[in-house]
């Protein structure tokens, strides 16, 4: 709960003499061989594939079978031969997660958790830095987040809070970006490796990446570049104006879905006497349509939306093998947020809003991040990590914010548009001040508990969120004062009794803090504050897993989950952003990995999995599910011979169940059906290598055309309907 400062916790203070301890007590380690140049689209086998090395589950690298939680791995080469563009097209192949849709974006739900617009409960990592968008904690992992610069993919799935703080609910998918880490000797020349991808297809898409990596005696730098449009899946859809044609029905209007995106990526790693050190720059920008609205009005004109990131990241590791493992982070993100929001067409609401209502914001914030972390083996089959965190994000104003109408009174008539109304800051309460997090986290493990095939990790992190507030409602009163304060608990038992079977047991508890969108919204129609009642997020997690690889050619992992999911986030029907509700999940989450050998004919590999989830306690009717499917199964195979490959996915995901609440109005009640009709997609991809140098894709997903759809949660019309067939053909270079 929050409480007023000062917080002379004894719980704290614990928790940080046990990270000073556990960094202080630290012991030589044996050096390590430095590890060889990455491949960047190196095919593995199945046995291969099981033997690379994860670092998220625990910080330090281990077999996924061997790790804390459930965790798996995507390489390059599995994202070219299945045709995965984007983070969400991996996520929605692996157990668990599934599509859910709010306002203009697809979301990612996650074990029979539906996702909103404003948030979702996983972290976003690239190369160990947490990428979370600053105002409202998103993990941006559609398209605008492009896979080509990077060379695979880490899964992690559960909690993650007692290692990486806040949002780290439902999992951690972390990016490991491409490198050339490896030094030339004096007789080497410059080496450069390129690559260069050109896409076109239906619905006005295209785009164009490119990515260089060089490396020379005393420097790697690695320099990539992505454009791509689309005019998106546009279709004809009721919303929630409940505007009616000549014969009384509700009329249907065209939903725009118009996107383009731009990422700017470049990498420097010094090498010889400073390596270690990382330097980054990322620039993401991108624009995009409001699909049905932001008060469900589909709007009558375009209103241009932009968000735009600049993130600076400089990061030293030290050198694996020494008697202390040292990292340093430090990183800058500036958000930069431009939108045209149509809340209401001409004419709306029996004629009062007569030239409709349109809110101009032109507005940014600043988020500093700092890491400091120790880790080592202070004796056999031992180890020992601690760390601080701290960042803070601040807010200086707007620099362009007025409306068509004084959004504070929603009542009133709005002027004529040459005398547009002048709005005050939209965090005009924290306007100045900064928001801080302090963290403090150490881990312990122990490889052979007892002298048995035994491992244990115990995790432990403390949080503080804290800033200063106006309170609006009261103007010249003193600043008031509040926080958050969290203790992050994880223990992980594993027994491996032979090098191909291991089961987990493994409990831990996660939170996501306020956003300052979902805290201190001011002056506008989107957001409204809600800094008094809002409480942090929680979810308390036990899993159950089994690991097995049968055979070189064959692997099976099933996991059993106990989720309890509390104060969780969203908008209300009203449109107030609340604590609206707390849940208790349990689920099976269980799939195989198969490889069969074909001599001369080439290689087949496929995966399968299930998921199946089942409410015990929350909104719902009799303990069913709602907002989110309770069944979902996916399956997928490859073949592979020589220069071609082909590859099929299909993906089912059973009927999604509304709440009784979402069904009152009895106008909107008739135009969709109890519950959203379950569906299954099947995506297409096959790649040819032309030349050494030159190969072709064609991609198709949604091969059956199958009309489907998203349920759109609250009393409303209609749901989201998901895209048709996509046709999609690409060439690409390496040089």
Same mark, same amino acid.
């Given at each position: 709960?929050?409480?007023?400062?000062?917080?002379?916790?004894?719980?704290?203070?614990?928790?940080?003499?046990?990270?000073?301890?556990?960094?202080?007590?630290?012991?030589?380690?044996?050096?390590?061989?430095?590890?060889?140049?990455?491949?960047?689209?190196?095919?593995?086998?199945?046995?291969?594939?099981?033997?690379?090395?994860?670092?998220?589950?625990?910080?330090?690298?281990?077999?996924?079978?061997?790790?804390?939680?459930?965790?798996?791995?995507?390489?390059?080469?599995?994202?070219?031969?299945?045709?995965?563009?984007?983070?969400?097209?991996?996520?929605?192949?692996?157990?668990?997660?599934?599509?859910?849709?709010?306002?203009?974006?697809?979301?990612?739900?996650?074990?029979?958790?539906?996702?909103?617009?404003?948030?979702?409960?996983?972290?976003?990592?690239?190369?160990?830095?947490?990428?979370?968008?600053?105002?409202?904690?998103?993990?941006?992992?559609?398209?605008?987040?492009?896979?080509?610069?990077?060379?695979?993919?880490?899964?992690?799935?559960?909690?993650?809070?007692?290692?990486?703080?806040?949002?780290?609910?439902?999992?951690?998918?972390?990016?490991?970006?491409?490198?050339?880490?490896?030094?030339?000797?004096?007789?080497?020349?410059?080496?450069?490796?390129?690559?260069?991808?050109?896409?076109?297809?239906?619905?006005?898409?295209?785009?164009?990446?490119?990515?260089?990596?060089?490396?020379?005696?005393?420097?790697?730098?690695?320099?990539?570049?992505?454009?791509?449009?689309?005019?998106?899946?546009?279709?004809?859809?009721?919303?929630?104006?409940?505007?009616?044609?000549?014969?009384?029905?509700?009329?249907?209007?065209?939903?725009?879905?118009?996107?383009?995106?731009?990422?700017?990526?470049?990498?420097?790693?010094?090498?010889?006497?400073?390596?270690?050190?990382?330097?980054?720059?990322?620039?993401?920008?991108?624009?995009?349509?409001?699909?049905?609205?932001?008060?469900?009005?589909?709007?009558?004109?375009?209103?241009?939306?932009?968000?735009?990131?600049?993130?600076?990241?400089?990061?030293?590791?030290?050198?694996?093998?020494?008697?202390?493992?040292?990292?340093?982070?430090?990183?800058?993100?500036?958000?930069?947020?431009?939108?045209?929001?149509?809340?209401?067409?001409?004419?709306?609401?029996?004629?009062?809003?007569?030239?409709?209502? %349109?809110?101009?914001?032109?507005?940014?914030?600043?988020?500093?991040? #700092? +890491? *400091?972390?120790?880790?080592? =083996? &202070? $004796? /056999?089959?031992?180890?020992?990590?601690?760390?601080?965190?701290?960042?803070?994000?601040?807010?200086?104003?707007?620099?362009?914010?007025?409306?068509?109408?004084?959004?504070?009174?929603?009542?009133?008539?709005?002027?004529?548009?040459?005398?547009?109304?002048?709005?005050?800051?939209?965090?005009?309460?924290?306007?100045?001040?900064?928001?801080?997090?302090?963290?403090?986290?150490?881990?312990?493990?122990?490889?052979?508990?007892?002298?048995?095939?035994?491992?244990?990790?115990?995790?432990?992190?403390?949080?503080?969120?804290?800033?200063?507030?106006?309170?609006?409602?009261?103007?010249?009163?003193?600043?008031?004062?509040?926080?958050?304060?969290?203790?992050?608990?994880?223990?992980?038992?594993?027994? %491996?009794?032979?090098?191909?079977?291991?089961?987990?047991?493994?409990? #831990? +508890? *996660?939170?996501?803090?306020? =956003? &300052? $969108? /979902?805290?201190?919204?001011?002056?506008?129609?989107?957001?409204?504050?809600?800094?008094?009642?809002?409480?942090?997020?929680?979810?308390?997690?036990?899993?159950?897993?089994?690991?097995?690889?049968?055979?070189?050619?064959?692997?099976?992992?099933?996991?059993?989950?106990?989720?309890?999911?509390?104060?969780?986030?969203?908008?209300?029907?009203?449109?107030?952003?609340?604590?609206?509700?707390?849940?208790?999940?349990?689920?099976?989450?269980?799939?195989?990995?198969?490889?069969?050998?074909?001599?001369?004919?080439?290689?087949?590999?496929?995966?399968?999995?299930?998921?199946?989830?089942?409410?015990?306690?929350?909104?719902?009717?009799?303990?069913?599910?709602?907002?989110?499917?309770?069944?979902?199964?996916?399956?997928?195979?490859?073949?592979?011979?020589?220069?071609?490959?082909?590859?099929?996915?299909?993906?089912?995901?059973?009927?999604?169940?509304?709440?009784?609440?979402?069904?009152?109005?009895?106008?909107?009640?008739?135009?969709?059906?109890?519950?959203?009709?379950?569906?299954?997609?099947?995506?297409?991809?096959?790649?040819?290598?032309?030349?050494?140098?030159?190969?072709?894709?064609?991609?198709?997903?949604?091969?059956?055309?199958?009309?489907?759809?998203?349920?759109?949660?609250?009393?409303?019309?209609?749901?989201?309907?998901?895209?048709?067939?996509?046709?999609?053909?690409?060439?690409?270079?390496?040089?």
């Amino acid at each position: 709960m929050p409480r007023s400062f000062p917080l002379a916790s004894r719980r704290r203070g614990m928790l940080l003499a046990a990270v000073l301890c556990s960094t202080c007590a630290l012991a030589h380690e044996v050096p390590e061989e430095d590890e060889a140049p990455p491949e960047w689209t190196q095919s593995l086998t199945l046995e291969e594939l099981l033997r690379v090395e994860l670092s998220t589950p625990s910080k330090r690298l281990q077999l996924a079978r061997e790790a804390p939680g459930v965790a798996s791995v995507v390489t390059r080469e599995q994202m070219r031969r299945f045709g995965w563009a984007t983070i969400d097209e991996i996520l929605f192949s692996q157990p668990g997660f599934f599509p859910s849709h709010d306002y203009e974006r697809t979301t990612v739900g996650t074990r029979g958790l539906w996702e909103g617009w404003n948030n979702n409960h996983l972290l976003l990592l690239l190369d160990g830095v947490p990428m979370n968008d600053s105002d409202l904690a998103t993990a941006f992992t559609w398209e605008i987040s492009p896979l080509f610069l990077v060379k695979s993919v880490e899964i992690l799935r559960g909690p993650a809070s007692a290692l990486y703080g806040s949002s780290a609910i439902n999992g951690v998918i972390a990016l490991n970006t491409l490198s050339s880490s490896h030094t030339l000797e004096d007789d080497e020349r410059l080496e450069i490796n390129n690559e260069a991808r050109v896409r076109v297809g239906n619905l006005g898409t295209a785009a164009v990446d490119a990515v260089a990596v060089t490396r020379s005696r005393h420097l790697s730098a690695v320099v990539g570049f992505q454009h791509q449009h689309t005019d998106g899946f546009s279709y004809l859809s009721h919303d929630g104006s409940r505007r009616t044609d000549a014969s009384g029905a509700l009329q249907r209007f065209l939903v725009n879905d118009r996107r383009d995106s731009s990422y700017l990526f470049v990498k420097l790693e010094p090498s010889r006497v400073l390596r270690g050190l990382s330097l980054q720059y990322h620039l993401q920008d991108w624009n995009h349509g409001t699909g049905h609205g932001w008060r469900q009005w589909v709007p009558d004109i375009d209103g241009p939306m932009r968000d735009r990131r600049h993130i600076a990241v400089a990061s030293y590791r030290s050198r694996p093998g020494g008697p202390l493992a040292q990292e340093y982070v430090f990183k800058y993100q500036r958000r930069e947020y431009e939108s045209h929001v149509r809340f209401y067409p001409s004419g709306a609401e029996d004629g009062r809003y007569r030239f409709g209502v %349109t809110e101009v914001l032109e507005t940014a914030q600043d988020e500093l991040f #700092g +890491r *400091a972390q120790l880790s080592g =083996s &202070p $004796g /056999e089959g031992l180890s020992l990590l601690g760390g601080v965190e701290y960042s803070a994000t601040l807010y200086g104003g707007d620099s362009v914010h007025y409306a068509t109408a004084d959004l504070s009174v929603d009542s009133e008539d709005p002027p004529s548009p040459p005398t547009p109304v002048r709005l005050g800051p939209l965090y005009e309460s924290i306007l100045g001040e900064p928001l801080s997090n302090v963290g403090a986290y150490t881990q312990f493990a122990w490889n052979r508990l007892l002298s048995l095939p035994l491992s244990l990790t115990m995790g432990l992190r403390y949080d503080l969120k804290f800033f200063h507030y106006r309170d609006l409602e009261q103007p010249g009163t003193p600043r008031r004062f509040k926080s958050y304060e969290q203790v992050s608990p994880r223990i992980s038992l594993v027994f %491996t009794p032979s090098p191909v079977f291991s089961l987990k047991f493994q409990g #831990g +508890r *996660a939170f996501r803090a306020p =956003s &300052p $969108g /979902e805290l201190f919204g001011s002056n506008t129609w989107i957001l409204e504050a809600n800094v008094e009642r809002m409480r942090p997020e929680q979810v308390t997690t036990f899993e159950l897993n089994a690991d097995w690889s049968i055979s070189p050619q064959l692997s099976w992992r099933s996991t059993l989950f106990h989720s309890r999911y509390e104060n969780l986030i969203g908008f209300s029907a009203s449109n107030v952003q609340d604590n609206l509700m707390s849940q208790t999940n349990v689920g099976v989450e269980s799939e195989l990995l198969v490889e069969v050998g074909l001599g001369g004919m080439g290689r087949l590999s496929a995966f399968g999995n299930y998921t199946y989830v089942h409410l015990l306690e929350g909104a719902g009717r009799a303990g069913d599910l709602a907002w989110a499917p309770a069944h979902l199964a996916k399956a997928g195979a490859s073949y592979q011979r020589e220069h071609f490959s082909l590859a099929l996915q299909g993906r089912y995901q059973g009927s999604v169940l509304r709440r009784e609440e979402d069904r009152v109005d009895p106008l909107f009640r008739s135009l969709r059906p109890e519950q959203v009709p379950a569906w299954f997609r099947l995506d297409a991809n096959v790649r040819y290598q032309l030349t050494s140098w030159a190969a072709a894709e064609l991609k198709v997903s949604n091969l059956l055309d199958t009309e489907s759809y998203l349920v759109k949660t609250h009393d409303y019309p209609f749901d989201y309907r998901m895209e048709g067939r996509r046709v999609f053909v690409s060439l690409e270079a390496n040089l």
